[in-house]
């Protein structure tokens, strides 16, 4: 495994306007080539966190897929974050894994938000994605999973090196994040990147955005509150590889599996 350059983008988002967000995702993103090998987006990064997907849903091979296919080639890169997607008649909040080459992966959110209504609008999913990429095994989630985390488990069956939360995640609940976000890489030990959101959005919820990379005992090695920005930093693998054969708790962990 070598170093893994990550490029955390945190902004404020368009209320529900695709081409709005795409291009001020495009500049964003304009000077990287050659410069990292994953772009982390926001969840839903081209509406917000909007519950009318009857409007705003595209299929996938629509504008969303083909941008991320674009800035992908162009970047030399994996992009990642979640769009409203819309597949046999049911509609979802899906994760898009785009490699550079145009092959993908997904993940649909699990735990869908019911005191937003989540859950009377879109379809969970059923299982995690396990990414492979540069020799990092990486499992990208989704806002609300981050309060569950037997689904964020590193579980030795389908172990992974860095656990990636995309999210609309509001300011009044901005403890929550942070506290959970180191919660999450201790008792994984893994390395963690959550990337939030700022501003106001059409329904009058603030975010501080507060966008973060926690090493795998916890430390907090980045965060960004209330500013828009785009920051790339480099995962060693060497102190995590370490870190696990001197301190091997995950070899003492409960089995089960989840259904």
């Given at each position: ?138 499992c990208p989630l989704i806002c609300y999973d981050l309060r569950f985390p037997v689904w964020s ?107």
């Amino acid at each position: 495994m070598e170093p893994l350059r990550i490029t955390m983008v945190q902004t404020s988002l368009y209320w529900e306007n695709r081409e709005a967000n795409l291009e001020q995702f495009s500049g964003l993103l304009s000077g990287l080539p050659g410069q990292t090998d994953l772009v982390v987006l926001p969840e839903m990064f081209t509406t917000g966190f909007s519950m009318a997907p009857e409007k705003l849903a595209e299929r996938m091979d629509g504008p969303a897929m083909n941008w991320l296919l674009d800035q992908a080639r162009r970047l030399g890169a994996v992009v990642t974050g979640s769009v409203v997607v819309e597949e046999n008649g049911a509609f979802y909040n899906r994760l898009i894994w785009m490699r550079p080459d145009g092959a993908f992966e997904t993940y649909d959110k699990r735990h869908l938000f019911g005191l937003a209504g989540e859950h009377l609008h879109y379809r969970g999913g059923t299982r995690r994605l396990i990414a492979e990429w540069k020799g990092w095994r990486i499992c990208p989630l989704i806002c609300y999973d981050l309060r569950f985390p037997v689904w964020s488990r590193n579980a030795a069956s389908d172990p992974y090196d860095v656990l990636i939360y995309v999210a609309n995640f509001p300011a009044r609940r901005s403890a929550a994040w942070k506290n959970l976000l180191v919660s999450r890489a201790i008792e994984n030990q893994a390395y963690v990147v959550g990337v939030n959101r700022i501003g106001e959005d059409g329904n009058g919820h603030d975010h501080s955005g507060d966008s973060s990379l926690l090493d795998y005992e916890g430390n907090l090695l980045f965060r960004l509150t209330r500013q828009q920005g785009v920051f790339t930093v480099s995962l060693d693998p060497l102190g995590l590889q370490d870190f696990r054969k001197k301190f091997p708790f995950l070899a003492d962990q409960d089995k089960f599996s989840l259904e």
